[in-house]
């Protein structure tokens, strides 16, 4: 279809920037780039990020909150612990609510929304060919943003965009092997769509977690944090 970018990018609320440096402290928490016990000083994160203090202050309330970062008295933010039954939580959280809704979605999935999902993943391969990080990002997203806006009940969607904030997406943007393998894991889910092949659905959709968690805790492991 001709106008099927302009439909599928439909706007999009801009982040704060609070959130973005949110997003990005909440990616070095994940993968260690800022380990449990380090403190996050406001004026430093500030001067790498090229922002003011206020949005990364915000952040760190946010992230509070989250139980990611902890308020030591008189010395700053630090960074609290991040276990293996933490990141196993996570992915499991995530493939428990990806799985009901794409069981939701394969009773509905139209012969067109099925093609927007294929633009969408043509989108993200030509993105992984290209070894483009910030575009297969933003595909990876935008295929799952998708995805997610067939499925009956919303709440249930936003629970599983709130959990998958704790991806560290540039992280597995920049593995090769892991965008082949996510192309390939959306082909099989379009495919068990089409086949009306609920069993197949809930394959390749545990299979996306399933993976990261592992890609996740073999790069956590090699981090040391663990040790």
Known sequence: MADRPERLNR?????????EVAAHLRAQIM????????????????????????PVRE????????????????????????????????FWLQGEIAVKLALRISEIVTAEQLADLE?????????????????????????????????????????LLSVARYTPAPLYAADQEWGEVA???HDQLIAAYRADDRDAVVRATRAQFTDGVARLTKH???TGIWD
């Open 11 to 19: 706007l999009r609320r801009r982040p704060q920037l609070s959130e």
């Open 31 to 54: 993968t260690a780039a800022i380990r449990p016990g380090d403190y996050v000083r406001m004026d430093e994160t500030a001067e790498q990020l090229g922002v003011s203090v206020t």
């Open 59 to 90: 952040a760190l309330l946010t992230l509070r909150g989250e139980g990611m970062v902890a308020l030591a008295p008189h010395r700053g933010y630090v960074v609290t612990d991040l276990s293996r039954l933490d990141v196993e939580d996570l």
């Open 119 to 159: 633009w969408c993943n043509q989108r993200l391969r030509a993105a992984v060919a290209g070894h483009d990080v910030a575009a297969i990002q933003d595909a990876e997203f935008e295929f799952h943003r998708v995805h997610n806006h067939i499925a009956p009940g919303a709440k249930l969607a936003w629970f």
């Open 183 to 185: 192309v390939a894991s």
């Open 220 to 222: 956590l492991e090699q």
